[in-house]
């Protein structure tokens, strides 16, 4: 039985338990990995105490303090159900079952698949949903960025220095994200944007060499060989059942991270907390944290 199990190593699982270690709560963390979204972002330039840093770099920092104080930890390990009977709450992953007096869920968030004929065939075979993971692997190369957010922007933005054409297909009128990204983008001589654009289908024989897009009436081929999805992500919130969401997904919570169950708190992108961003899922995870304290110190538990 340990005091705390907290589901989830980016930002904010990662925060919360270098909290409770320090409040000397006995912790597991259960995590696929570490690190979360921190690690697949590119330049990092609004990180406080960082002028610039690399998505990888931080998340290593991450790492570094988080095993500085010998936190149990399961990695490769995905939660699939949680419920609480009693004092105790079990969380059911793809592995084993553990159990806790509190759970943190940190679980953040995905990627949003496109949903169109040739993207499962392609996964991993030319088409991915990290740059900053994938984009070395297209040096030379034709590519295309799907979306117009701030995701597609860092995206665009790491593989105009390593592709030698990039196609930026956005569904709206123009590209959204921070103008900066943008005028940077705008300016390249290697991109080349369609806005109002929707893809139809991803092509190849045994790895992706095009993707065919629709503007107004005119379809056209594009000759690609990588092809970066980034249209957002969907929170990572299915295995908890129990615990109330709002329409996207996102596991409601109270400004103490509490839940509608008692004892279970969310931190970071999984929840409806306003803007996603790294600084404010570490902020919440240690906030979080410190709300599991007190609920441990105000509760008499049975066992």
């Not at 909290?19 to 406080?48: C, F, H, M, P």
């Not at 054409?165 to 959204?176: A, E, F, Q, R």
């Not at 060989?225 to 409601?252: T, W, Y």
């Amino acid at each position: 039985m340990y005091d705390l199990i907290i589901i989830g190593a980016g930002p904010a699982g990662i925060t919360a338990s270098v909290y409770a270690a320090r409040k000397k709560i006995n912790t597991l963390v259960i995590t696929g990995d570490i690190g979360g979204q921190a690690a697949w972002s590119g330049d990092i330039e609004n990180y406080t105490g960082y002028q610039f840093i690399t998505g990888p770099d931080l998340a290593n920092k991450f790492e570094e303090h988080m095993r500085k104080y010998n936190i149990a930890l399961k990695e490769n390990e995905f939660a699939v159900e949680i419920n609480k009977l009693g004092d105790a709450i079990s969380v059911k992953t793809d592995k084993s079952t553990y159990e806790a007096r509190s759970v943190i869920i940190a679980s953040g968030k995905k990627s949003r698949e496109l949903g169109v004929g040739g993207e499962k065939e392609f996964k991993n075979k030319g088409l991915t949903y990290c740059a900053t993971c994938d984009g070395p692997l297209f040096s030379g190369k034709d590519v295309a960025v799907i979306g117009g957010g701030n995701s597609a922007l860092d995206a665009a933005l790491q593989l105009m220095n390593i592709a030698s054409k990039v196609y930026i297909i956005n569904n709206t009128s123009g590209l959204g994200g921070d103008a900066v990204m943008r005028e940077k983008i705008l300016q390249s001589k290697i991109v080349t944007v369609f806005n109002d654009a929707q893809v139809t289908n991803i092509v190849g024989d045994k790895l992706v060499n095009g993707i065919k897009i629709k503007v107004g009436s005119e379809e056209q081929l594009l000759a690609v060989q990588g092809i970066f999805v980034e249209i957002g992500l969907v929170p990572n919130s299915g295995f908890a059942v129990n615990i109330e969401k709002n329409q996207a997904g996102e596991i409601k919570v109270n400004c103490h991270n509490e839940t509608n169950i008692g004892g279970v708190f969310a931190a970071g992108d999984v929840t409806d907390v306003p803007e996603k961003q790294i600084i404010i899922a570490a902020g919440e995870g240690s906030k979080a944290a410190l709300s599991v304290f007190k609920y441990l110190a105000q509760h008499k538990f049975s066992s």
